[in-house]
């Protein structure tokens, strides 16, 4: 991890501009009566977004990978990295696990390890993919043609088995939730049934969701495509609401901003989960296309601030406590450089929904005053609220310019000292 005094020293230089940078905004937002800065400092101070293990290594397209140097080699070295961006912008406080990716042979032994390091362990995330021998029974049983929707009863059940492996595996390291994430469906027309692979998939999905703890949530992550290429089991948030809803109480939705259509109004799909009660996760990413797994809030950073309205709506007034994480491929940036950026692009979207006059907006709505409603959301997205985001940092300790902070430290070319510059991460 880096230095803290090394943190703290490169605050100061950036400290008096800060001051009076978050003075001025202050004032600006009293002068409008808008939501107080303090409000929204504080309301950024608690938040926090997770990292996912497999997102601290490059990632890969199916024409190649290259690595970055330095990456980690093992499930303690991503906490170590996850740990060292928590240092940094003080809102990445938890990492979330892909089994097996990620297999601790001493659970409790890494459960100490994170906590030491001052970092928890959000929703595990089965794998049911790819084939991993370990659960396949040797190879004799494969996942090509599905997991639990596959036609072979033994299938589903391993699949169900690893499952309920992955909540055993969890609970031990104290994690709260499951999230499930699922290949299963066509590539051909007639392939298979769609009714049938869906009922065998609700199926599942209640045998697991009877093995969740009592203080256990699952969350259904639905996705358009890819790998299935004509028809996805969990296709799109409909789907997932009827699975959430056949799994049992315990079950959600959860929303990856790269897994929709092109141009699916992805905050009207929050609006209507939330209005259910269950929407109960997020993966941030962005997309120009598909599911590009590209920096959060770098393509469409106005999209990513509707959804935080309507986040703040469904909490009439505060972010509701759902599972956030960040989920992207970092295929050519560094990916803590990525994280950094997408955390900071998270924050700008919440402190700038936070903004939003609701009350206004509400009269606005009433009154069918469609330019008004529109000048309420814009004041709210064009207002440049990091200095906010940078004064809550500060108060966490962590770096006032995490990024600036990141390229000083030299944690890089440390890591690549350290763990080889040919180093790669497991995932895909
Ligand atoms: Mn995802």
Redesign the pocket.
Known sequence: MIDPERIATFNIGEELGLVEDVENLALRLDREEATPAESIIEALVDFSVAAPSWAVGTGGTRFGRFPFGGEPRTTEEKIDDVATLNQLTASNRSISLHVPWDLPEDPGGLREYAGDREIWFDAMNSNTFQDNPSTTDEGRLSYKFGSLANSDMAVREIAIEHNKEVIDLGAALGSKALTV?LADGINHPGQADHRTQFEHVADGLRAIHDHLPDDWQMYT?HKPYEPAFYATVNFDWGSSLLLAQAAGPKASCLV?LGHHLPNANIEQIVSRLAMVDRLGGF?FNDSKYGDDDLTTGSIKPFQLFLIFCELIRAGDGSLPALAFMI?QSHNIKDPLEDLIQSTEAVCIAYAQALLVDRAGLADAQERNDATRAQEILQTAFRADVRPLVAEARRRAGAAIAPLEAYRESGYRAAMIEERGSESVATGL
Do not use: A, T
Request: hydrophobic residues 20%.
């Open positions: 994430w992550e990856d993966h989920d």
